[in-house]
């Protein structure tokens, strides 16, 4: 657990709030609910007030917030892994080695089996880890409310149908119903802060739109509990050409912005900033992600003018690297962790990778992990 999720944990359990906090430990209450974002770190001597307050043991507090600090550090570096073990190595070399439990039959703890979720298994690293599986199936396997942020992109009804997607129904009334039991998982292992972007596009059928995205959101809404903060249209601004003389030429799809409750994570500057430039480089046909303070613009609006990514494999949708990297940075705070149960080649776990975020990527198609596994491999960040 980190220090963050640690110290909103003892709040909650303790009753009080955070106007209560903040002026305990002299700060103002946006600063306290920056401690409990991990957006930002109280010094020493406020993390000692908050454990006399929670009534807890004060260094295992520390203890924490030291360990926040130094991963913030080495995190995004392709050598954590080695810089962790080398840290623990001096540390050891400074106190007494652990005793062992008592007794002539005790167990050294190094033999001992620890079974634990996909959560527990991705540590501190922030190398995406893909499964390969039904995602409905593989997400029994994540722990209840431990992920931050799910964006994805399910397979599309009646397309590209290869027996490669996850979702096989040949009816809209079987398709929704294989996507709700998705969707129950989602809210299983979401947050109660945590956001859901569910990007759908629709089906023409006989000549008559069918409105599956609607029809897979409001029974979520009605049946499993919902809310739906926004509906953002996605302008794809280039399309297939289409012979039809009776209907409009589709260029749009849907990403629905969907939580639990009213308290959720939400970066307005962070959007704003990132909107701003990523607008400005889609009108020059190279979005890169956003630095700096220096594009703060205004509210986005729900409309989003992206075009769609090119990509060399057979895969119906390559969801376009800024139509996840808007809902990451509004939603997924300072190490959060990123799930996509349809991951396809991976564009949500490499981008959570370039934010410092832990993610695990779901897909039914091995080929499609591994092209995901490479493309991050080939692409190590440094500190530098």
Same mark, same amino acid.
């Given at each position: 657990?980190?220090?963050?999720?640690?110290?909103?944990?003892?709040?909650?359990?303790?009753?009080? @709030?955070?106007?209560?906090?903040?002026?305990?430990?002299?700060?103002?209450?946006?600063?306290?609910?920056?401690?409990?974002?991990?957006?930002?770190?109280?010094?020493?001597?406020?993390?000692?007030?908050?454990?006399?307050?929670?009534?807890?043991? *004060?260094?295992?507090?520390?203890?924490?917030?030291?360990?926040?600090?130094?991963?913030?550090?080495?995190?995004?570096?392709?050598?954590?892994? @080695?810089?962790?073990?080398?840290?623990?190595?001096?540390?050891?070399?400074?106190?007494?080695?652990?005793?062992?439990? +008592?007794?002539?039959?005790? %167990?050294?703890?190094?033999?001992?089996?620890?079974?634990?979720?996909?959560?527990?298994?991705?540590?501190?690293?922030?190398?995406?880890?893909?499964?390969?599986?039904?995602? *409905?199936?593989?997400?029994?396997?994540?722990?209840?409310?431990?992920?931050?942020?799910?964006?994805?992109?399910?397979?599309?009804?009646?397309?590209?149908?290869?027996?490669?997607?996850?979702?096989?129904?040949?009816?809209? %009334?079987?398709?929704? +119903? %294989?996507?709700?039991?998705?969707? *129950?998982? +989602?809210?299983?292992?979401?947050?109660?802060?945590?956001?859901?972007?569910?990007?759908?596009?629709?089906?023409?059928?006989?000549?008559?739109?069918?409105?599956?995205?609607?029809?897979?959101?409001?029974?979520?809404?009605?049946?499993?509990?919902?809310?739906?903060?926004?509906?953002?249209?996605?302008?794809?601004?280039?399309?297939?050409?289409?012979?039809?003389?009776?209907?409009?030429?589709?260029?749009? %799809?849907?990403?629905?912005?969907?939580?639990?409750?009213?308290?959720?994570?939400?970066?307005?500057?962070?959007? @704003?900033?990132?909107?701003?430039?990523?607008?400005?480089?889609? *009108?020059?046909?190279?979005?890169?992600?956003?630095?700096?303070?220096?594009?703060?613009?205004?509210?986005?609006?729900?409309?989003?003018?992206?075009?769609?990514?090119?990509?060399?494999?057979?895969?119906?949708?390559?969801?376009?690297?800024?139509?996840? @990297?808007?809902?990451?940075?509004?939603?997924?705070?300072?190490?959060?962790?990123?799930?996509?149960?349809?991951?396809?080649?991976?564009?949500?776990?490499?981008? +959570?990778?370039?934010?410092?975020?832990?993610?695990?990527?779901?897909?039914?198609?091995?080929?499609?992990?591994?092209?995901?596994?490479?493309?991050?491999?080939?692409?190590?960040?440094?500190?530098?």
């Amino acid at each position: 657990m980190l220090f963050s999720e640690k110290i909103k944990q003892l709040r909650l359990e303790s009753g009080k @709030r955070q106007k209560d906090l903040a002026k305990a430990i002299g700060v103002d209450v946006p600063a306290y609910s920056r401690y409990e974002h991990g957006e930002r770190r109280p010094k020493r001597e406020q993390v000692l007030r908050l454990a006399r307050i929670f009534k807890t043991d *004060a260094n295992e507090l520390i203890a924490m917030w030291l360990a926040d600090e130094a991963y913030s550090h080495i995190a995004k570096d392709k050598l954590a892994t @080695r810089a962790a073990l080398l840290l623990n190595n001096m540390l050891n070399e400074e106190t007494q080695e652990a005793q062992l439990p +008592a007794g002539d039959n005790a %167990e050294p703890a190094s033999s001992r089996v620890v079974t634990h979720g996909l959560v527990t298994h991705l540590g501190r690293s922030v190398m995406p880890h893909y499964e390969q599986g039904d995602a *409905a199936t593989v997400m029994q396997r994540i722990e209840d409310e431990s992920i931050d942020c799910i964006v994805t992109t399910p397979p599309y009804w009646r397309r590209r149908s290869q027996g490669t997607e996850s979702i096989t129904a040949t009816s809209k %009334e079987d398709f929704v +119903a %294989e996507l709700l039991q998705t969707m *129950a998982q +989602a809210w299983r292992v979401l947050k109660p802060q945590g956001s859901l972007w569910l990007n759908m596009g629709d089906d023409t059928t006989d000549g008559f739109v069918q409105g599956i995205p609607w029809r897979v959101v409001l029974q979520m809404i009605d049946r499993q509990g919902w809310q739906l903060v926004n509906e953002v249209v996605w302008n794809k601004t280039t399309t297939s050409p289409q012979g039809s003389q009776d209907h409009l030429r589709k260029v749009h %799809e849907f990403m629905f912005h969907l939580v639990k409750n009213e308290d959720f994570y939400y970066n307005d500057d962070e959007l @704003r900033r990132t909107f701003a430039l990523i607008m400005r480089n889609e *009108a020059k046909g190279k979005a890169k992600p956003a630095k700096g303070k220096q594009h703060q613009g205004l509210v986005p609006s729900d409309v989003w003018t992206i075009g769609v990514q090119r990509s060399g494999i057979a895969h119906y949708c390559v969801a376009p690297d800024t139509l996840y @990297r808007l809902p990451l940075r509004a939603t997924c705070p300072r190490n959060g962790i990123v799930l996509d149960p349809y991951c396809g080649t991976g564009t949500a776990c490499k981008i +959570a990778y370039e934010m410092n975020l832990r993610s695990i990527g779901i897909d039914i198609n091995g080929e499609y992990i591994k092209q995901a596994q490479a493309t991050t491999e080939i692409r190590p960040l440094s500190l530098f």
